[in-house]
């Protein structure tokens, strides 16, 4: 068949067939639940026909249920641009079927066919049912719109014989995707409004905004747009088109949600709003429905027409927030009442869709949303810190409208309204006013104040969107205009300030004083320094939380960094060593400079306890290096955790009119410099270091991290001087920076009412005493000549129990001075403490303002001499005072500009007015006389005085102070110290001490109910004492201090160096009680109370007498007997005078040093008055100066006597040095001999037994003792003191030896052991020499010639020089040695005992002085070849020591050739001999030789060989070094010498029988020459100044040197001097 227009039948049949085999269902259901089994019970009846058991079948559960037909059969026919369409349609048969009731048991094959097809009566055991349904829609569409018709049949039961009728309706389908296109239309017309700022602008007292009134929180009236895209079909419709009545119904649901959730949409109440305006060209103008919505197809488009008037209900609480913004006072509402408000919202929507391909069309009316609210209130206001109940009622009315016009360019048709902005085409009118009128009553009773006071409070604005401010009426009670002006934040300030009068009232300078006798001050034990300022953010305040922070960033902020320029002079003093605080948990402490110690341990705990460097800038830095240098100064230590860092990496907030954006800092695009930056985010870092556009510091703590959710919280950052312990901080500028000053978030009161207020500082008292404490506040009423003011009372009293001690400043009788070394004394009681302070509820009329500028230094110009600007005062509700005030002229001194301003101000006011000033070099400060309480400075452009805008008011309040009293009623100290005391300033004692005494106090200050400005007080308070200064008022305060006592003291130890012979004890007591006025300076520092305790040691007697300085003088006096008087020449370096021998000087030096050394810093040894020295400290004065650095040992003695006539004190010094030393055997035997008669034998023995070249040893042990003994008598009868030098002066050498050595001699050519003992001592002890006085007797140093100083054991001598004339000399000692020698190979030995019984006359050459014995076995010499025979070892040793010698000189690490660089070719030779090495030529020699030496030598029998032991050491030597080792140049040849006399020597090559050889020596003729390739040559000098310079030409060639070295060595052995080695002049060549 021909295919027309496209068209194909078969093909669409095929479709059609294939489409309806697709959408067949069959889809059967069954659920079948059976058991079956065998009944039993014919088994056991035995009249069963048959026992065999029966089968049945139980059906517990049947269902069946399912479909059969076409389900959704689609099929779409494209007949040439018309497609014809059967969308979803279908034709279901549903059946199901169920048993009537369950179990049913089938018992036979009959009982089953029953039930499939049960008989009649039996109908109802299995339940059947089965209906059709039938949808059957189709459509042509062309251009994605449809017409068509739906056939719909219905039979609900197919089985009761009904046959319903069929239905047909026209219909029209349209595609989804028009639909979603114009809903996306209409979106994105009218997206922008959830931003509009009209729309979301706050409404007072619903605190919502017009989106969130009439769309719901969270949307706006487009979201309804959003509704519309993607709208789903209903479930038998075609995917992806709609019907028309599906999307009226869709449509109208959208818009049934456009607002609040409500009951169903309705026409709003019209007796409360207006029914919308009908305007030109509005397509909903005469709509009366809730909703409208009009669908047509015109000329083949689809218009869609949308109305709405609806009526919404919103419900809310109602909210006071911001409506008091703009009140001074303190008053705050908070409402808990809900609202209901009505609504209503008319709009217009013309819709146009064209087709798929074109955009759809869009037309608006008018949105119009009217408000309505008529509301009860209630709730609460507080004002100031009390709270009052609320009621009352509230309105809101208004109207917002949002007109739509594409072609209106900027002016809409109707009046009022505005664009909302330039390209969206909506314009909009709003008025919206409310009315807040309630009455206020007090929710709790105030003392003062009568109970339940009321009064009225309203708030109206008409407008809320015009320029008019709210008008306010404020409650106009007088004690509610008082309560006004004192906020929670003054309240806080407040408790810091009385916190202060607290503080100052108990530790005021008159507390200074000490308790009488006490280590202990009146402060000390009634101090309540703090009460409230260490509980302030415990009870009081807390710091603002993260989240509620507008700036996230803290900053501290600095100088211009390049103007860290400290001056040369102030260079060298400059610190730049501080500490960085940050602070992360919980602020705990105050953040006040005198808080510094407690912030600073929580930073440390935290681990944010840094350094800080800020240093100085130099020439050599820039920024950049500069904030590189803070940066580094801050590393991580075991308490700081904190990290710094530059910018770079970071975001930078920047504010710019109220609006901040983040901006990232990079290498490329930094943000120092930046202006207007507010925070840091996202650095890996705690703080960022940084400058501002004016190049000052700055560093920002980081509130973000990682990202903008984990908070890095830090609750402080403060740079801080380094503290010093027991230092108070303050306020400190360096270079701009705040020191000691953090910086923190705001404080936030924890309290609201002052109910809370006196509650918390209940509690703080009550914590602080421990006793329960209540604090009210009064309110007092104001009159003619005083404000209202609050009064609150603070009475508290508490017990102390303070540990004490004596004062080290104290006597007591007798006791000149006492030191507490154990102390369980204690001071306790109670005090009582009250206080008034309170708030004056106006202005401190002593209070005077200012107004501060700063004078620019810039030149006059013709623009700047010219200046006009007005002052105005005020006072309360007075009249203002207003002056204009001109200037015409110019000064360039800043002084002179001052004088110029001050001349002007003082014409227009007065001086009595205002006062101008300059303080300092630039700044100007206009100060006004107290009577006013505002000041207002205005200026209209910038000027060379500073003078800009100004405003200073004086505070509604201020705080002040009343009557203050604190008294002890009971002060009582008991107990006991063991103390160090002085008795008469000299004697040093250790006693204990028994304490009773009881006192009180009684402070007053201020007038009972009477306030005074704080200012004021504190002015007294620091004035109390100077009487001198401006604030000093004698009638401000009383402070009296009483106390009375008894004391019992038990001495059972005085100090060194003088001894306590039994213990003794004193009682004593206040002769009269002491009282001291504490505000009296004189009284307290000159006023000390009469004690009566006499203290009299037994022993010491009258020494009281004698003092410190008289010893230091008595010593001077000796120390020229030591060393001789300097007039007659004599001194240390002289070695003559007094006790000097050259021998003693070092020792004698360290005594006149120390004894000097004591004269100069005897303050008390010239002038009465000086403070007095102890003889404790005497002594510790000479052991300390005693000590020397050679091991000397001090001591120091002072022994008092005492009897009826004298009582004098002996001063015995005494210096001991030790020595033990190990040393070289060294008898010089010829010197012990001389003189005596001696045989020939003995002699040559002793002449060479002298040398004794051994290992002989000797210990000496010994000491040298110096004494010097002073002494001073008091002779009671005559009240004189006399100085004597006591007999043990003088110096004492001990020493005494012992040697027991055995070792090896060389005597001559033989060798000996020698054995030697000796003992130098006297009769086992040491051997004595002294040198001093007769220790018999002491010296007067005394010129008169009275016989009162007649003494047993006493001379009088008339001065020093005298007294060195009975120096003596003695020796006492004695030597015994023994020396026993044994000559090897048995060629003989020797004994000699030598004793010296008396040194003394030894030196005095005394006949007889030296015994000696001795005993010799006599020695036969053999002759030298002999020798050798005997010890080839000798020979070997030689050899040995020879090459070890040489090879030292030349090839050894220090030789010659090793450290000789050769010029040219630098270490090669070196390097070619091996030099500085083990294995060189000569070391490989000396090793072959030794021990081939030392083999052949040892197995030689002369007796075998025709050549002598000598020749044969010449053989083997040439043997080894030239013929092995090739490094001789000839043989090693020997000579023998024969002595002709004593001087000349007949040489012999060799050896002949009968030649008397006295030495011989062998000759060795070292030497080689070889060539050795050398390195590239070098030939540069190292001297730079050498004339001649070579450069290095390299070659291809390799360089040589032939290397030739020789020369030559000798070395012997001589029959009476031993081996010797011979060298020759020319020791080495080298070519």
């Not at 008989?119 to 042509?140: C, G, K, M, Q, T």
């Not at 709509?287 to 209900?313: H, M, P, R, W, Y």
């Not at 100088?559 to 610190?575: F, L, R």
């Not at 360290?1150 to 002038?1167: G, R």
């Amino acid at each position: 068949m021909p295919n027309h227009g496209g068209f194909s039948f078969a093909a669409a049949a095929n479709e059609l067939a294939s489409n309806i085999i697709q959408s067949l269902v069959i889809d059967v259901n069954v659920e079948l639940d059976f058991a079956f089994g065998f009944d039993l019970n014919p088994t056991f009846d035995e009249y069963a026909s048959s026992r065999v058991p029966n089968l049945f079948i139980q059906i517990n559960h049947f269902d069946m249920w399912g479909a059969l037909g076409v389900l959704d059969w689609t099929s779409d026919i494209d007949l040439s641009g018309v497609d014809f369409i059967v969308s979803e349609a279908r034709a279901l048969v549903n059946v199901s079927s169920t048993l009537s009731s369950h179990p049913i048991r089938i018992n036979s094959p009959s009982e089953l066919t029953a039930l499939v097809n049960p008989p009649a009566e039996d109908s109802e055991r299995i339940i059947f049912s089965a209906s059709l349904e039938v949808d059957f829609p189709v459509f042509l569409i062309s251009d994605g719109v449809g017409f068509g018709a739906r056939i719909k049949y219905l039979d609900e039961d197919l089985l009761d014989q009904v046959t319903e009728t069929p239905t047909t309706n026209t219909d029209v389908v349209i595609e989804i995707a028009k639909i979603q296109w114009a809903a996306e239309k209409l979106r994105d017309s009218t997206a922008f409004l959830k931003d509009l700022e009209v729309l979301n602008d706050t409404i007072p007292v619903v605190r919502a905004s017009i989106n969130s009134l009439i769309a719901g929180p969270d949307r706006t009236i487009a979201d309804w747009a959003n509704n519309l895209e993607g709208t789903p079909t209903y479930s038998s419709g075609p995917t992806d088109r709609i019907s028309l009545p599906e999307l009226r119904y869709r449509m109208k649901e959208a818009l049934s949600n456009i607002t609040s959730p409500m009951k169903a949409p309705q026409l709003p109440d019209l007796n409360k709003f207006e029914t919308p305006p009908i305007l030109p060209g509005n397509n909903c103008n005469g709509n009366d429905k809730a909703i409208s919505l009009d669908i047509e197809d015109v000329s083949g488009s689809l218009e869609i027409t949308i109305c709405t008037f609806l009526e919404f209900e919103l419900e809310g609480e109602l909210s006071a927030f911001g409506l008091l913004d703009g009140v001074e006072e303190s008053i705050n509402i908070e409402l808990d009442s809900g609202y209901l408000m009505y609504g209503a919202l008319s709009t217009g929507i013309k819709l146009t869709i064209v087709s798929l391909t074109e955009s759809p069309f869009v037309e608006f009316d008018p949105v119009i949303a009217q408000l309505y609210l008529q509301s009860d209130l209630s709730g609460t206001a507080r004002i100031g810190l009390f709270e009052g109940i609320l009621s009352g009622n509230v309105a809101l009315q208004g109207q917002f409208s949002l007109g739509h016009c594409t072609t209106c360019d900027g002016t809409y048709p109707s009046d009022g309204y505005e664009q909302a902005d330039e390209t969206s085409g909506f314009y909009y009118s709003r008025l919206i006013g409310y009315s807040l009128d309630g009455g206020i009553e007090l929710s709790a009773g105030v003392p003062g104040v009568e109970l339940g006071l009321g009064d009225e409070i309203g708030i109206r604005d008409d407008n809320i969107y015009d320029d008019n401010p709210p008008i306010i009426q404020l409650p106009g009670a007088q004690f509610y205009v008082d309560v006004m002006k004192f906020t929670p934040q003054n309240a806080v300030n407040m408790l810091q300030l009385i916190d202060s009068t607290l503080a100052q009232a108990t530790s005021n300078t008159a507390f200074n004083a000490r308790i009488p006798l006490l280590n202990t001050s009146v402060k000390d034990v009634v101090s309540v320094a703090a009460v409230f300022t260490n509980a302030m953010f415990e009870f009081f305040v807390t710091v603002q939380s993260f989240d509620d922070r507008a700036t996230k960033s803290l900053v501290i902020r600095g100088g211009d960094v390049s103007a860290i320029t400290p001056t040369e002079e102030d260079m060298s003093t400059y610190n730049a060593d501080f500490e960085l605080y940050v602070l992360r948990e919980e602020l705990t402490v105050n953040p006040i400079p005198e808080r510094a110690d407690a912030m600073r341990a929580q930073a440390q705990e935290e681990g944010g306890l840094c350094k800080f460097e800020i240093p100085a800038y130099t020439d050599e830095d820039t920024t950049d290096s500069y904030l590189d240098a803070v940066v580094s100064s801050v590393t991580e230590t075991a308490y700081c955790n904190v990290n710094v860092c530059r910018s770079e990496g970071c975001y930078g907030c920047i504010d710019e009119e109220g609006n901040t954006t983040c901006v990232p800092c990079d290498a490329s695009n930094s943000c120092d410099g930046l202006a207007n930056v507010v925070e840091y985010r996202l650095c890996d870092c705690d703080a960022v270091v940084t400058v501002n556009e004016n190049n000052e510091f700055a560093l920002y703590t980081v509130p973000y991290k990682a990202n903008d959710t984990d908070s890095n919280d830090i609750k402080l950052i403060g740079i801080f001087n380094e503290l010093v312990e027991d230092e108070t901080l303050e306020e400190a500028d360096h270079y701009g920076f705040s020191i000691n000053s953090p910086v923190h978030p705001a404080v936030i009161p924890r309290f609201n009412t002052m109910a809370e207020l006196t509650a918390r500082m209940s509690q703080v008292i009550t914590d602080f005493t421990g006793v329960e404490t209540n604090i009210t506040a009064v309110y007092k009423s104001p009159s003619d000549d005083s404000y209202g003011s609050f009064l609150f009372g603070i009475g508290f009293s508490k017990s102390f129990e303070y540990d004490v001690s004596f004062s080290p400043s104290i006597s007591l009788g007798d006791f000149s001075s006492i030191s507490a070394e154990n102390s369980t004394l204690f001071i306790e009681g109670s005090f009582l403490l009250s206080n008034e302070f309170g708030v004056i509820l106006g202005p401190d009329d002593t209070e005077g303002l200012k107004i501060v500028s700063e004078i620019s230094e810039d030149n006059c110009t013709d623009v700047n001499q010219n200046l006009i600007f007005d002052i105005t005062l005020s006072r309360d509700d007075d009249p203002p005072v207003r002056r204009s005030i001109s200037i015409t002229n110019c000064a360039e001194d800043v002084a002179a500009r001052v004088e110029i301003i001050k001349n002007r101000v003082s014409a227009a006011f007065g001086e009595e007015e205002v006062t101008v000033s300059l303080v300092g070099t630039s700044t100007l400060v206009l100060a006004f006389n107290p009577y006013w309480s505002g000041a207002q400075l205005s200026v209209l452009e910038e000027n060379i005085y500073g003078l800009t805008n100004d405003t200073q008011k004086k505070s509604g309040f201020h705080i002040a102070n009343g009557a203050t009293a604190l008294e002890i009623r009971r002060l009582e100290l008991s107990g006991e110290a063991a103390v160090s005391a002085k008795v008469f300033n000299t004697i040093e004692v250790v006693a204990n001490i028994d304490a009773s005494m009881s006192g009180y106090l009684q402070f007053n200050s201020g007038t009972s109910g009477q306030l005074v400005p704080l200012d004021i007080w504190f002015s007294n308070v620091r004035s109390i004492l100077d009487k001198l200064d401006e604030f000093h008022d004698p009638d401000f305060a009383t402070c009296t201090l009483s106390v009375d006592g008894n004391f019992a003291a038990l001495i059972h130890h005085v100090k060194e160096p003088i001894a306590l012979e039994q213990l003794v004890s004193f009682d004593g007591s206040f002769v009269t009680p002491f009282e001291l006025d504490l505000l009296d300076i004189s009284d307290v520092t000159s006023r000390r109370p009469d004690i009566q305790l006499e203290i009299d040691i037994p022993s010491i007697g009258d020494i009281k007498h004698i003092s410190f300085g008289d010893i230091v003088n008595v010593l001077k006096d000796a120390l020229e007997f030591l060393v001789g008087n300097p007039d007659d020449g004599h001194s240390i370096d002289s070695c003559s005078g007094g006790l000097l021998a050259c021998e003693f000087t070092g020792f004698l030096q360290i005594v006149v040093d120390a004894i000097d050394q004591l004269v100069n810093d005897c303050t008390e040894c010239d002038d009465p008055d000086a403070p007095k020295s102890t003889f404790t400290t005497l002594e510790t004065k000479l052991n300390t100066l005693l000590q020397d650095s050679v091991g000397g040992t001090p001591s120091v003695s002072f022994t008092p006597t005492s009897d009826d006539i004298r009582s004098s004190l002996d001063v015995d010094l005494r210096l001991q040095w030790s020595f033990l030393e190990v040393t070289q055997l060294n008898i010089d035997l010829e010197a012990i001999l001389e003189g005596l008669d001696l045989d020939e034998d003995l002699k040559n023995f002793v002449k060479g037994i002298v040398p004794l070249a051994g290992g002989g040893r000797t210990d000496v042990a010994g000491s040298v003792t110096l004494s010097l003994g002073v002494g001073l008598e008091y002779i009671k009868a005559t009240e004189s003191i006399i100085p004597y030098i006591r007999g043990i002066t003088g110096v004492v050498l001990n020493f005494s030896a012992d040697a027991n050595a055995q070792f090896q001699a060389t005597i001559g050519p033989l060798s000996a052991d020698v054995g030697v003992v000796s003992t130098v001592g006297n009769y086992g002890g040491p051997l004595s020499i002294s040198v001093g006085l007769d220790p018999s007797y002491n010296y007067y140093i005394y010129s008169s010639t009275d016989q009162i100083l007649s003494r047993k054991g006493f001379q009088q001598v008339p001065s020093i020089s005298v007294l060195e004339g009975e120096i003596a000399v003695g020796i006492m000692g004695q030597v015994v040695a023994e020396i026993n020698v044994e000559f090897k190979y048995g060629l003989g030995n020797a004994l000699m005992i030598i004793q010296i019984s008396d040194i003394n006359n030894m030196l005095e050459r005394k006949p007889g002085a030296v015994d000696l014995f001795y005993e010799a076995t006599p020695v036969e010499i053999p002759n030298l070849i002999e020798i050798l025979l005997m010890d080839p070892g000798a020979i070997v040793e030689g050899v040995d020591t020879l090459f070890k010698a040489v090879n030292d000189l030349t090839l050894g690490r220090q030789g010659v050739v090793t450290t000789f660089p050769v010029p040219f070719i630098g270490g090669a030779l070196a390097r070619s001999l091996k030099a500085g090495r083990s294995d060189n030529v000569l070391e490989n020699a000396r090793r072959t030789v030794k021990a081939t030496l030392d083999e052949i030598l040892n197995t030689y029998r002369a007796d075998d060989s025709n050549s002598t032991v000598v020749d044969l050491v010449a053989n083997v030597l040439t043997d080894l070094l030239g013929n092995d080792l090739e490094i001789l140049t000839g043989n090693v040849t020997v000579q023998y010498y024969e002595h002709n006399g004593t001087e000349s020597l007949i040489s012999h090559g060799s050896y002949t029988e009968g030649l008397e050889i006295k030495s011989l020596m062998w000759e060795i003729p070292f030497g080689q020459s070889y060539t050795i390739e050398l390195p590239p040559l070098n030939f540069d000098f190292p001297n730079n100044k050498f004339p001649l310079q070579i450069s290095t030409v390299l070659t291809e060639e390799q360089p040589t040197m032939t290397l030739e070295w020789s020369f030559k060595l000798a070395f012997g052995f001589d029959l009476t001097d031993g081996f010797f080695l011979y060298t020759y002049r020319e020791l080495l060549n080298l070519h």
